[in-house]
């Protein structure tokens, strides 16, 4: 895992981790455009996190802080590299980030029918919380 690179995305990185998500990630948002990751790195730079191995993008996590919370979005390996300690080392950096802007509990959006993302998330000490549910209102079409 030591050829393994994690680097916070830039805004040249927009355009591939796009076709990345395409390519890599189960499901779509409604963010997933071009300028919604724009305003994401305009609002926090350090907040998307790309894993590269060989100079390919291997995968990707967004580490958002509010200030409040901690939340984990777009967890994502390439097929090609799944099973490699891609996505450990991402939430490894992503936990890294949390404890020193003093967050305290990390929180991930994974589809309920993600059984491979169920697995990775376990494995990494996350467990659903039944007791809630999200409720969510689109702002624009």
Request: glycine residues 10%; neutral net charge; aromatic residues 8%.
């Amino acid at each position: 895992m030591n050829d393994l690179r994690i680097r916070a995305a830039a805004p040249a990185d927009l355009d591939t981790v796009l076709a990345f998500w395409k390519e890599a990630a189960e499901g779509t948002s409604i963010s997933d455009d071009r300028d919604g990751v724009a305003r994401l790195l305009d609002r926090d730079p350090e907040s998307l996190l790309l894993a590269e191995r060989d100079g390919e993008l291997a995968g990707t996590v967004i580490a958002g802080f509010d200030g409040w919370r901690c939340h984990l979005y777009r967890l994502a390996v390439h097929p090609g590299h799944r099973r490699r300690g891609v996505a450990t080392a991402l939430l490894a950096a992503a936990e890294e980030r949390f404890a020193a802007l003093g967050g305290r509990r990390g929180d991930a959006m994974v589809l309920n029918g993600n059984d491979l993302a169920h697995h990775a998330w376990s494995a990494a000490g996350y467990a659903p919380q039944p007791q809630w549910s999200r409720w969510v209102k689109p702002l624009r079409p």
